[in-house]
T-cell receptor
Framework: EAGVTQFPSHSVIEKGQTVTLRCDPI?????LYWYRRVMGKEIKFLLH????????ESGMPNNRFLAERTGGTYSTLKVQPAELEDSGVYFC???????????????FGQGTRLTVV | AQSVTQPDIHITVSEGASLELRCNYS??????LFWYVQSPGQGLQLLLK??????LVQGIKGFEAEFKRSQSSFNLRKPSVHWSDAAEYFC????????????FGTGTRLLVSP
């Protein structure tokens, strides 16, 4: 079974450009999460989807970030326009269902390293 | 403020030696506790987790962690380190949201010397 897959693995863009990151969760996982790690700092929660709905987007830094989850399957995270401070590693995770944590281990992708120059 | 602290940024251990990675949290109630590992080029992999019950938790790859409520700590241990354990280790908590909205520490990079 395929794990959580993220595309691209690396992206280098200029300040002011737009970048779209993609995450394909494990098939059948209703919950999808985005996290970000800025260089040298902790991994921070961005948002959480349950199927196609945003359950919690309290971690989104500002309105330059837009996340979508079409049909409750894959998700995209768009940054427009990108700024230097957006550089970091963006992780996606998915879990089978929420509640009853014994069965809701979050599986993480390998991350997308975004560099804004 | 609620936070997770991993005081050691880097640790170097000789192969075969024991390992302890420290993690402290500051939450009013006991959160759910996790340790993840990220090997080069890989995603975050769950090593172990603590929700309740026995305070000594066994995980994969020979790791264990002990929850100490009095110290607000959840330290990760391994009795004998292998070269393949070289990676970055993250302590994380879920402050009882039940939705895997995890709060991570800054990570500890483990280097294993021959």
């Amino acid at each position: 079974e395929a794990g959580v897959t993220q595309f691209p693995s690396h992206s280098v863009i200029e300040k002011g450009q737009t970048v779209t990151l993609r995450c394909d969760p494990i098939s059948g996982h209703d919950n999808l999460y985005w996290y970000r790690r800025v260089m040298g700092k902790e991994i921070k929660f961005l948002l959480h989807f349950v199927k196609e709905s945003k359950q919690d987007e309290s971690g989104m830094p500002n309105n330059r970030f837009l996340a979508e989850r079409t049909g409750g399957t894959y998700s995209t995270l768009k940054v427009q326009p990108a700024e230097l401070e957006d550089s970091g590693v963006y992780f996606c995770a998915s879990s089978l269902r929420a509640g009853g944590l014994m069965n809701t281990e979050a599986f993480f992708g390998q991350g997308t390293r975004l560099t804004v120059v | 403020a609620q936070s997770v602290t991993q005081p050691d940024i880097h640790i170097t251990v000789s192969e075969g030696a024991s390992l302890e990675l420290r993690c402290n949290y500051s939450y009013g109630a006991t959160p759910y506790l996790f340790w993840y590992v990220q090997s080069p080029g890989q995603g975050l992999q769950l090593l172990l987790k603590y929700f309740s019950g026995d305070t000594l938790v066994q995980g994969i790859k020979g790791f264990e962690a002990e929850f100490k409520r009095s110290q607000s700590s959840f330290n990760l241990r391994k009795p004998s380190v292998h070269w393949s354990d070289a990676a970055e280790y993250f302590c994380a908590v879920d402050p009882n949201t039940g939705f895997q909205k995890l709060v991570f520490g800054t990570g500890t990079r483990l280097l294993v010397s021959p």
